[in-house]
């Protein structure tokens, strides 16, 4: 090929993921752990990861051969947002309509975002709003929304994503209720699997019917502040991941905690157990 001056040049970039499931790695990488499967047979069982992206990169590619014409029965265009808004035991998830989509699926991660594991959760969707109440309070939430075309063809779950956590709130408790204040769990024992007590969030505690806003004051039993909490929102819970005012995790032992109404409610005094 023979360039010439003010020649125009484009360049494409093509970018695919292609793997197993994180399910199906488990399985195996258990199943080899115990010796169950040989080498040769988990070296299988990943070639197929890179073939699934050899693929997808092939597609991509003559996708743009074609000008970007999708043929019939591919893909339909994910939806453009997903808003969510939290309430009392529910969630309620609104988005705009994807022309030609039949219905939508929703999928939701459980504790972190970038957790790759978002199992279906509703199918067959057929408005563009909806109200999850099967959610529970303690749990963060990541939901992924899809568009399905009468192909049934799914649009990409890595579009249509909350990157915020949506949480049940729980109503801040008023002055005489001050005594309801406490920590869950009590104690709080660490689980070596690494799932702990709220799946995603080994290490969280959380601080329950608290006033309102407050500041929330953790020592150790001889009485060095572990870390000191401002709780400036009227929600009546408040996370707390086990690290103290230094980034340091907390070890076992004994933690009183104070907390104190900054609105005049009062205040109150507990204490909480670690075991880690």
């Known amino acids: 090929m023979t360039w010439r001056l003010r020649d125009t040049v484009n360049i494409v970039l093509f970018m695919g993921v292609g793997a197993r499931s994180t399910e199906e790695c488990r399985e195996w990488g258990t199943k080899y752990k115990n010796g169950e499967i040989t080498d040769t047979q988990k070296n299988e069982f990943l070639r197929w990861g890179k073939t699934d992206l050899l693929n997808k990169l092939s597609r991509s590619k003559k996708l743009w051969r074609d000008d970007l014409q999708l043929p019939a029965g591919m893909n339909p265009e994910p939806p453009a947002a997903i808003t969510i808004e939290s309430g009392p035991g529910y969630i309620d998830l609104n988005w705009e309509a994807v022309p030609d989509a039949e219905y939508y699926n929703i999928y939701r991660a459980l504790g972190v975002q970038d957790s790759v594991i978002y199992p279906l959760v509703m199918e067959g969707i057929t408005e563009t709003s909806i109200r999850d109440d099967s959610v529970k309070r303690g749990f ?30 729980r109503t801040a408790l008023g002055a005489e209720d001050l005594k309801d204040v406490r920590v869950v769990p009590n104690p709080f024992v660490y689980d070596r699997s690494g799932q702990g007590n709220y799946t995603g969030q080994k290490d969280k505690i959380i601080f329950a019917g608290l006033p309102g806003p407050c500041t929330i004051t953790i020592f150790t039993q001889s009485g060095d502040i572990v870390d000191e909490i401002n709780h400036d929102s009227d929600e009546g819970t408040h996370d707390w991941f086990q690290v103290t005012q230094y980034n340091q995790f907390i070890s076992s032992g004994i933690y009183v905690y104070h907390v104190k109404s900054t609105e005049g409610k009062g205040s109150m005094m507990g204490k909480f157990i670690i075991i880690r």
Do not use: F
Not at 146 to 164: G, H, L, P, V
């Open 140 to 169: 963060d939430y990541y939901c992924v929304l899809t568009a399905m075309n009468s192909k049934d063809a799914e649009s990409s779950k890595y579009w249509a994503r909350t990157s915020r956590k949506s949480a049940v709130p």
